[in-house]
């Protein structure tokens, strides 16, 4: 679609959904857990870490603290030995019993399905709570913002800003609310695969001709006007 760029936002940004729907048409969360506590503790430790580290780590985690309970009368020195390798151990052990602590005392046990309680829970920003509720409780409240999100999406010319809660709300405005949570995990994948940060592959992108960010990439720009050329050609009859 060579005309794609000239396209509002909204209209090219349902055009980038529908595409990376084609691309990565299954999209799950890339953490294991197998209920909201576990979800939540896994995003939490996932901050500055990565998503396979962080399944590595779980496991012996999940079967020494098995509930809300658990977690919340933990022992800080041990809790923190077995979430050392995901970094920031101290604040994350901490933070996690903390969240815990007041799920016990003012939530019956049970972690929250609302994001106003979520981001009460120490630890617990948005980006977090909307992981949880989208994949805890099938509950689309925002867009996940993470480095790969904000960073693509500002190629994608979808936003200027660099704060995470103003990104979320300009996408919010151009996406279906079915397809929030979705959304920000095929960009991650679309980060990884394609779109890195180091070394993008904008030549063998499938979202080229939306992407503003893309015109600097002289083989891309070749074929747009290979492409224009082409539909010119067709509109006039040749």
Request: hydrophobic share 40%; aromatic share 6%; glycine share 6%.
């Given at each position: 679609?060579?005309?794609?760029?000239?396209?509002?936002?909204?209209?090219?940004?349902?055009?980038?959904?529908?595409?990376?729907?084609?691309?990565?048409p299954?999209?799950?969360?890339?953490?294991?857990?197998?209920?909201?506590?576990?979800?939540?503790?896994?995003?939490?430790?996932?901050?500055q870490?990565?998503?396979?580290?962080?399944?590595?780590?779980t496991?012996?985690?999940?079967a020494?603290?098995?509930?809300?309970?658990?977690?919340?009368?933990?022992?800080?020195?041990?809790?923190?030995?077995?979430?050392?390798?995901?970094?920031?151990?101290?604040?994350?052990?901490?933070?996690?019993?903390?969240?815990?602590?007041?799920?016990?005392?003012?939530?019956?046990?049970?972690?929250?399905?609302?994001?106003?309680?979520?981001?009460?829970?120490?630890?617990?920003?948005?980006?977090?709570?909307?992981?949880?509720?989208?994949?805890g409780?099938?509950?689309?409240?925002?867009?996940?913002?993470?480095?790969?999100?904000?960073?693509?999406?500002?190629?994608?010319?979808?936003?200027?800003?660099?704060?995470?809660?103003?990104?979320?709300?300009?996408?919010?405005?151009?996406?279906?609310?079915?397809?929030?949570?979705?959304?920000?995990?095929?960009?991650?994948?679309?980060?990884?695969?394609?779109?890195?940060?180091?070394?993008?592959?904008?030549?063998?992108?499938?979202?080229?001709?939306?992407?503003?960010?893309?015109?600097?990439?002289?083989?891309?720009?070749?074929?747009?006007?290979?492409?224009?050329?082409?539909h010119?050609?067709?509109?006039?009859?040749?």
């Amino acid at each position: 679609m060579p005309n794609q760029r000239r396209a509002s936002k909204k209209q090219r940004a349902l055009e980038i959904l529908i595409r990376l729907k084609r691309l990565y048409p299954d999209a799950p969360c890339s953490l294991d857990f197998a209920n909201p506590l576990q979800l939540m503790v896994a995003t939490m430790l996932a901050a500055q870490c990565t998503d396979e580290r962080v399944n590595l780590v779980t496991p012996a985690l999940f079967a020494a603290y098995p509930d809300v309970y658990a977690f919340a009368e933990a022992n800080l020195e041990d809790l923190e030995g077995l979430v050392k390798s995901t970094g920031f151990y101290r604040n994350k052990a901490k933070n996690i019993r903390a969240a815990c602590q007041k799920i016990v005392t003012e939530f019956n046990g049970d972690v929250p399905k609302r994001m106003e309680d979520l981001v009460s829970l120490p630890g617990i920003a948005r980006k977090t709570a909307n992981v949880v509720l989208a994949h805890g409780f099938g509950i689309n409240a925002g867009v996940t913002v993470d480095t790969h999100v904000k960073r693509i999406s500002n190629l994608l010319g979808l936003t200027q800003h660099s704060d995470p809660v103003k990104i979320e709300r300009d996408l919010i405005k151009l996406l279906p609310q079915p397809d929030w949570e979705n959304w920000s995990i095929r960009l991650v994948y679309h980060g990884r695969a394609v779109c890195k940060a180091r070394n993008p592959n904008c030549g063998g992108c499938t979202l080229a001709d939306l992407c503003p960010s893309a015109k600097a990439v002289p083989e891309v720009e070749a074929a747009l006007k290979r492409a224009g050329a082409h539909h010119q050609a067709v509109g006039d009859g040749r």
